[in-house]
């Protein structure tokens, strides 16, 4: 799963170390899912699902490690818009890297901007059977793809381990409710909204099979509205190029 970390410093320092070793003896006892944090996770996917049309934004946090074992960290922002069942954009920019990912309900189209190749697939008539095709046949991973699936594929809350709510905290002035889980090479936060819909406002997600743990960090907002389906379809610029992608599954069958 695709998720979203502050240390915090003087004065509120002492708060902070309280408030985090209540978390930490609570997950030393924790050998299941807590059913009051399973319980809010599903309410968040019902929230998901019941947006037909939207947009969302995140500042996006990642880390790289290097062979040395010191890590960099990246920021950069993502857009998401997408209309269900059978349409959506993706903008990631970062400044090392910028993409754009198009899909119409016929076909998907990975775009790099700046060095102008594209490469297009034919694609399944859903969003959730896309994110699945193309992670399997080309191992393209969509920004956040658990987020169309939460609440449908029941096989992502069977991973989870351990879950337990850490407490009521505040992202960027919204009152949200703070939940910890953890699954196999992974441990994940989400702060999901308290007042109106549930949605997640930040993710955070830890590779644990890695020793240095890097991390994915996303702050989120939310708009319950996205353009038409037309602006799904990718239309190439005139100095851009195609190029094809090699179907993984296929590859794998010839050997």
């Avoid at 409710?177 to 109106?196: K, N, P, T």
């Avoid at 991390?215 to 094809?244: G, L």
Wanted: aromatic residues 8%; glycine residues 8%.
């Amino acid at each position: 799963m695709c998720l979203f970390r502050r240390i915090l410093a003087g004065s509120v320092a002492l708060p902070l170390a309280i408030g985090l070793g209540a978390a930490q003896a609570q997950q030393s006892t924790a050998t299941k899912p807590d059913s009051d944090a399973l319980a809010a996770l599903n309410k968040m996917g019902e929230a998901l699902r019941a947006m037909d049309a939207f947009t969302l934004t995140a500042e996006v946090t990642t880390e790289e490690v290097l062979d040395s074992g010191q890590k960099l960290q990246y920021g950069g922002d993502l857009k998401i818009e997408a209309q269900r069942p059978s349409g959506f954009k993706i903008h990631m920019d970062f400044d090392h890297k910028e993409r754009e990912i198009y899909y119409d309900g016929k076909s998907i189209t990975l775009f790099a901007p700046k060095v102008g190749y594209y490469a297009s697939v034919p694609a399944p008539a859903t969003i959730g059977a896309t994110i699945q095709t193309i992670q399997d046949k080309y191992g393209v991973e969509v920004p956040l793809a658990d987020l169309f699936q939460l609440g449908v594929d029941p096989s992502l809350t069977a991973r989870i381990q351990s879950g337990f709510d850490v407490g009521p905290e505040k992202v960027g002035g919204v009152a949200c409710e703070h939940y910890a889980f953890r699954q196999a090479a992974a441990d994940w936060q989400v702060w999901i909204r308290s007042d109106g819909p549930a949605l997640p406002c930040k993710m955070v997600i830890t590779t644990t099979q890695d020793q240095a743990q890097p991390q994915y960090t996303a702050v989120m907002t939310w708009d319950a509205k996205a353009p038409a389906q037309a602006a799904y379809t990718f239309n190439p610029p005139a100095t851009a190029h195609r190029i094809t992608v090699a179907d993984l599954s296929a590859a794998g069958q010839t050997k």
